[in-house]
T-cell receptor, first 113, second 114 residues
């Protein structure tokens, strides 16, 4: 059974730092992996989607990498800002399902001004 | 743009009561989903609708029913609420499944069962 883990559960860093969030999964048979952002009291917003054949995706200050064979993905945030404070979740889509996402519990990120 | 709209935002129920969570999307998406989010856990899929007229069970369907009323609307019903159903519920939609398609979420419905 696929399991997705995000460590740490919470992270607090000063503004301006570059930081890395981690996501690991137990079964490498994935079709793609997505990173989402969740703000308090709000829904989730997709940030980056990496297909299983890709190694990384970039959007602005965000860069997500995928190492499918080792079951790991990282989300790199450059020059962090207080507005980046949110919970970041990763989710994998198994190869055998077009409708299922398996989610990590998220990392709550606080950027201190 | 409204995107995915779900109602109500907050609800308190007594054990045994029933209620329906409503969800509508205005993006002409074929696929819709209901998830629940509990503290310290990832989202879990309750039910999904691949397209209008179809519904299928997800990971945690027990205690819930769904209706895909039309292409826009997908409702989630709790027939006899239990404290274990206290959670935040999210409706979501995507153009056609998850073949590299972005999934869009509503803002959530906070449900407390006492």
């Amino acid at each position: 059974k696929q399991e997705v883990t995000q460590i740490p559960a919470a992270l607090s860093v000063p503004e301006g730092e570059n930081l890395v969030l981690n996501c690991s999964f137990t079964d490498s048979a994935i079709y793609n992996l997505q990173w989402f952002r969740q703000d308090p009291g709000k829904g989730l917003t997709s940030l980056l989607l990496i297909q299983s054949s890709q190694r990384e995706q970039t959007s602005g200050r965000l860069n997500a990498s995928l190492d499918k064979s080792s079951g790991r993905s990282t989300l790199y945030i450059a020059a962090s800002q207080p507005g980046d404070s949110a919970t970041y979740l990763c989710a994998v889509r198994p190869e055998d399902s077009n409708y299922q996402l398996i989610w990590g519990a998220g990392t709550k990120l606080i950027i201190k001004p | 743009n409204a995107g995915v709209t779900q109602t109500p935002k907050f609800q308190v129920l007594k054990t045994g009561q029933s209620m329906t969570l409503q969800c509508a999307q205005d993006m002409n998406h074929n696929s819709m989903y209901w998830y629940r989010q509990d503290p310290g856990m990832g989202l879990r899929l309750i039910y999904y609708s691949a397209s209008e007229g179809t519904t299928d069970k997800g990971e945690v369907p027990n205690g819930y029913n769904v209706s895909r009323l039309n292409k826009r609307e997908f409702s989630l019903r709790l027939e006899s609420a239990a404290p274990s159903q206290t959670s935040v519920y999210f409706c979501a939609s995507s153009e056609q499944g998850l073949w590299g398609n972005t999934i869009y979420f509503g803002e959530g419905s906070w449900l407390t069962v006492v």
